[in-house]
C-alpha cells in the first residue's frame, strides 16, 4: 500500500477493548468502561478500608478486647482482622477474575454481609456507630457520626454499583445473542 491510499477507519468498535462475559463481549460503548472504572475504584476503597482494621486492630484500645454484640464468639480486634482478611480476598479476586459477572458476584456476598451486619446492629438496637473502619478515624479527628456517614457511603457506593453492575451484564446479556441462539 503507498502513502497515498487511504486505508478505511477503523470502527469504534474495534478499537475498544471487549470484556469477556461468556460468549458475549461487554464493550465500553455498553457501560463496560463504567464497570470497570467502578471496579478499580472498589478495590481502592476496600484496600483502604481493609488498612484502616488492620491499623486499628494492632492497637492497645480497651475496646479491641471486648466481645462484640453481634458476633458475641468475637472481640472486636479479631472481628477488625477477619473482616480486614475478607476485604483483601474480594480485592484479589476482583483483581485476578476475568469474569465480570464472578467478581460483581463476589463483591454482592461481600456487600450483602455488611449490609446484614449492619441491619443487626440496628434491629439488635446496640447503641453507637459500626466501628467499620476502624480506629483510624477518631486517630484523624473524625466524630463517630462523621465515620458512620461514611461507612454507609461506601457501603452504599459499593451495593448499588454491584447492583446497576449486574442490571447492565444481564442486559447486554439479553441484548446480544450467543451465536448458539442464532
Not at 486499628?56 to 464468639?73: C, H, M, Q, V, Y
Amino acid at each position: 500500500m503507498s502513502l497515498l491510499e487511504a486505508k478505511p477507519l477503523p470502527k469504534i468498535s474495534d478499537r475498544l477493548d471487549p470484556i469477556q462475559k461468556g460468549a458475549t463481549a461487554v464493550t465500553a460503548l455498553d457501560g463496560g468502561w463504567a464497570l470497570q472504572l467502578f471496579l478499580r475504584i472498589s478495590v481502592c476503597l476496600l484496600l483502604a478500608t481493609a488498612a484502616g482494621k488492620f491499623g486499628s486492630a494492632t492497637g492497645n484500645s480497651r475496646i479491641l478486647d471486648e466481645k462484640d454484640p453481634i458476633l458475641w464468639f468475637l472481640s472486636n480486634r479479631n472481628l477488625l482482622l477477619v473482616t480486614g482478611i475478607a476485604e483483601l480476598l474480594v480485592v484479589f479476586s476482583l483483581l485476578s477474575l476475568q469474569s465480570i459477572s464472578a467478581r460483581l458476584s463476589v463483591l454482592l456476598m461481600l456487600c450483602l454481609a455488611f449490609i446484614g451486619y449492619r441491619l443487626s446492629l440496628y434491629l439488635g438496637g446496640f447503641p453507637g456507630s459500626c466501628k467499620c473502619l476502624g480506629m483510624i478515624t477518631a486517630a484523624i479527628g473524625l466524630s463517630d457520626e462523621t465515620s458512620n456517614r461514611i461507612s454507609l457511603g461506601i457501603l452504599a457506593f459499593l451495593s448499588l454499583g454491584t447492583g446497576f453492575g449486574m442490571i447492565a451484564l444481564r442486559k447486554n446479556a439479553s441484548s446480544h445473542p450467543k451465536a448458539g441462539d442464532l
